[in-house]
């Protein structure tokens, strides 16, 4: 369902490689990752296809929320593709599935998200306001602030 179906695109003034790398760095991932009132404190990547993720976040009020998954595509710096899950979730259904490409602009990069398989509409309206929040603890990071 187109509707259950998440888009973002946002610009930043950087490489695509470096965008795409604060992807799969895990240092670098901790750095950015998760909304703004959150802190990725435990980061394990297995970068390759078929690889699999977990990201622990620390957020308020002490709720460590966990994400996982395997990543199905990698074609740096152009593409990242990985499935994705919420420890908290697990029994609600499986996984849903991200796409991230990266394009090369006059600016620097466009990032386009699309992230499918949403269980309803409040799933779906919770992580566009996460990963909207994410995105610009990345834009942060990016421009060194």
Same mark, same amino acid.
């Given at each position: 369902m187109?509707d259950?179906?998440? $888009?973002?695109?946002?610009?930043?003034?950087? &490489?695509?490689?470096?965008?795409f790398?604060?992807? $799969?760095?895990p240092e670098?991932?901790? @750095?950015?990752?998760?909304?703004?009132? %959150?802190?990725?404190t435990?980061?394990e990547? /297995?970068?390759?296809?078929?690889? #699999?993720y977990?990201? =622990?976040?620390?957020?308020?009020p002490?709720? %460590?929320?966990?994400?996982?998954?395997?990543y199905?595509?990698?074609?740096?710096?152009? %593409?990242l593709q990985?499935?994705? !899950?919420?420890?908290?979730? &697990?029994?609600?259904? !499986?996984?849903? @599935?991200v =796409?991230v490409?990266?394009? #090369?602009? /006059?600016?620097?990069?466009?990032?386009?998200l699309?992230?499918? #398989?949403? =269980?309803d509409?409040?799933?779906?309206?919770?992580?566009?306001q996460?990963?909207?929040s994410?995105?610009? %603890?990345?834009?942060?990071?990016?421009?060194? &602030?």
């Amino acid at each position: 369902m187109a509707d259950l179906e998440l $888009v973002i695109e946002r610009e930043f003034a950087a &490489a695509v490689e470096e965008v795409f790398d604060a992807w $799969v760095n895990p240092e670098t991932l901790k @750095q950015w990752f998760g909304p703004e009132n %959150c802190q990725a404190t435990d980061v394990e990547l /297995d970068l390759r296809e078929g690889g #699999k993720y977990m990201v =622990r976040l620390d957020s308020p009020p002490d709720i %460590c929320p966990t994400v996982r998954g395997e990543y199905l595509h990698i074609d740096r710096p152009h %593409c990242l593709q990985f499935t994705w !899950g919420w420890d908290h979730e &697990a029994e609600r259904g !499986g996984h849903m @599935q991200v =796409r991230v490409d990266f394009f #090369k602009t /006059d600016k620097g990069t466009m990032m386009r998200l699309h992230h499918v #398989k949403f =269980r309803d509409m409040e799933s779906k309206t919770n992580h566009k306001q996460g990963w909207s929040s994410s995105f610009v %603890c990345l834009a942060r990071m990016l421009e060194g &602030a």
